[in-house]
């Protein structure tokens, strides 16, 4: 303003700013950008309709020609079903700016459902999405846009519920409409199904609800150095395992140190819920699937292969009959607490017996 009263005044296009009634374009620029909203708000509805109508999974990963069939009933997406879908929905904490419907997800400029207390218009639709935009190639470049890197669900699902660093439509939107609005708009589905390694990204994994409850970032942060700190731990036991550069100790200790602080039950499982810090014992997944894996058995094992472990132990000190008395997160002893429920699982999913063939080692009495 003060420049344009020493007269040195510039256009609306000159500043990059809207074009006035003056300059010839205010009217006419109002009414092309009122069309432009209307056509992609159309072009998003039509793409929920037309996801609804079909298999979500399919859908995303092959188009609609071949997701003429319910996602209840799909078997083509390995490791993609309803179940997965609505545990990632539900444990989505959506940050307090948002204006999105916490029941669907979709934001509450579209979706009534809340303000007119009723179904939501494409409940489910949203979660089947994310959960195949999550493994897909061609969407993990608008993930990369969005903020989003890794391959941890955990770490997914709590980036789905932060604030979007871009709005949509005018709103302040989690990153989860965001991702919706922007993959709709752009519809750049893959037409070659999922590479070789996405294939793989969820293929046989059944999640299930943790105990752990999601926290919501408060106000004033959006809660993405949380996420970045869980995916950087994600990265550390596979630093502690494959590094070339430690000894064996020093990759030992690490990996006893991960495996302290977070589920061993998740963790060697390769469960999707990997990373969370809930005790075996408490472990919701372990008791719920019946792969004889659970902690009362591990704990039935330990007591027996303690015939073999006589007098006191080498690492704790102690007698066998005291070592390791853990009874919560903390370790009383790292062979007896960590290493011993790891050979457990390893031994009950056969891959120890398959280990010990192949380097030749020949085992006596009890495995």
């Given at each position: 303003?003060?420049?344009?009263?020493?007269e040195?005044?510039?256009?609306?296009?000159?500043?990059?700013?809207?074009?006035?009634?003056?300059?010839?374009?205010?009217?006419?620029?109002w009414?092309?950008?009122?069309?432009?909203?209307?056509?992609?708000?159309?072009?998003?509805?039509?793409?929920?309709?037309?996801?609804?109508?079909?298999?979500?999974?399919?859908?995303?990963?092959?188009?609609?020609?071949?997701?003429?069939?319910?996602?209840?009933?799909?078997t083509?997406?390995?490791?993609?079903?309803?179940?997965q879908?609505?545990?990632?929905?539900?444990?989505?904490?959506l940050?307090?700016?948002?204006?999105?419907?916490?029941?669907?997800?979709?934001?509450q400029?579209?979706?009534?459902?809340i303000?007119?207390?009723?179904a939501?218009?494409?409940?489910?639709?949203?979660?089947?999405?994310?959960?195949?935009?999550?493994?897909?190639?061609?969407?993990?470049g608008?993930?990369?846009?969005?903020?989003?890197?890794?391959?941890?669900?955990?770490?997914?699902?709590?980036?789905?519920?932060?604030?979007?660093?871009?709005k949509?439509?005018?709103?302040?939107?989690?990153?989860?409409?965001?991702?919706?609005?922007?993959?709709?708009?752009?519809?750049?589905?893959g037409?070659?199904?999922?590479?070789?390694?996405?294939?793989?990204?969820?293929?046989?994994?059944?999640?299930a609800?943790?105990?752990?409850?999601?926290?919501?970032?408060?106000?004033?942060?959006?809660?993405?150095?949380?996420v970045?700190?869980?995916?950087?731990?994600?990265?550390?036991?596979?630093?502690?395992?494959?590094?070339?550069?430690?000894?064996?100790?020093s990759?030992?200790?690490r990996?006893?140190?991960?495996?302290?602080?977070h589920?061993?039950?998740c963790?060697?499982?390769?469960?999707?819920?990997?990373?969370?810090?809930?005790?075996?014992?408490t472990?919701?997944?372990?008791?719920?699937?019946?792969?004889?894996?659970?902690?009362?058995?591990?704990?039935?094992?330990?007591?027996?292969?303690?015939?073999?472990?006589?007098?006191?132990c080498?690492?704790?000190?102690?007698?066998?009959?005291?070592?390791?008395?853990?009874?919560?997160?903390d370790?009383?002893?790292?062979?007896?607490?960590v290493?011993?429920p790891?050979?457990?699982?390893?031994?009950?999913?056969g891959?120890?017996?398959?280990?010990l063939?192949?380097?030749?080692?020949?085992?006596?009495?009890v495995?």
């Amino acid at each position: 303003m003060s420049g344009y009263l020493d007269e040195e005044g510039q256009t609306c296009e000159e500043v990059g700013g809207r074009l006035c009634d003056c300059c010839g374009g205010g009217v006419s620029d109002w009414t092309a950008g009122q069309v432009r909203i209307a056509t992609e708000l159309q072009r998003f509805e039509g793409k929920m309709n037309e996801v609804q109508r079909h298999c979500g999974f399919c859908w995303a990963t092959y188009g609609s020609a071949e997701a003429e069939h319910s996602p209840a009933t799909c078997t083509r997406t390995g490791g993609l079903n309803v179940e997965q879908s609505e545990w990632l929905r539900q444990g989505i904490q959506l940050d307090r700016r948002c204006r999105d419907c916490w029941k669907c997800g979709i934001s509450q400029q579209i979706c009534k459902g809340i303000e007119n207390k009723q179904a939501c218009q494409w409940s489910g639709v949203a979660a089947c999405l994310w959960l195949s935009w999550f493994c897909l190639p061609h969407s993990q470049g608008a993930l990369a846009e969005g903020g989003y890197h890794g391959q941890n669900i955990v770490g997914y699902r709590k980036w789905l519920g932060l604030r979007a660093r871009q709005k949509a439509q005018g709103a302040v939107v989690s990153n989860g409409m965001w991702l919706l609005w922007t993959m709709l708009q752009r519809d750049d589905r893959g037409k070659g199904g999922r590479d070789g390694s996405s294939t793989e990204c969820l293929d046989g994994a059944v999640i299930a609800i943790t105990e752990e409850e999601l926290g919501t970032p408060p106000d004033g942060a959006d809660g993405e150095d949380e996420v970045e700190v869980e995916l950087e731990a994600e990265k550390e036991i596979g630093r502690a395992v494959e590094s070339a550069k430690e000894d064996i100790l020093s990759r030992r200790s690490r990996v006893i140190k991960w495996l302290g602080r977070h589920c061993i039950y998740c963790e060697v499982t390769g469960a999707p819920q990997s990373n969370n810090k809930h005790w075996y014992k408490t472990c919701y997944r372990s008791k719920g699937l019946a792969d004889n894996l659970g902690y009362s058995e591990c704990v039935d094992w330990q007591n027996g292969m303690d015939y073999f472990r006589r007098g006191r132990c080498s690492w704790c000190k102690e007698d066998i009959d005291k070592c390791g008395l853990r009874a919560s997160l903390d370790i009383t002893c790292p062979y007896r607490d960590v290493i011993m429920p790891v050979l457990f699982i390893l031994h009950r999913q056969g891959w120890l017996k398959k280990w010990l063939d192949r380097e030749g080692y020949k085992v006596v009495g009890v495995a």
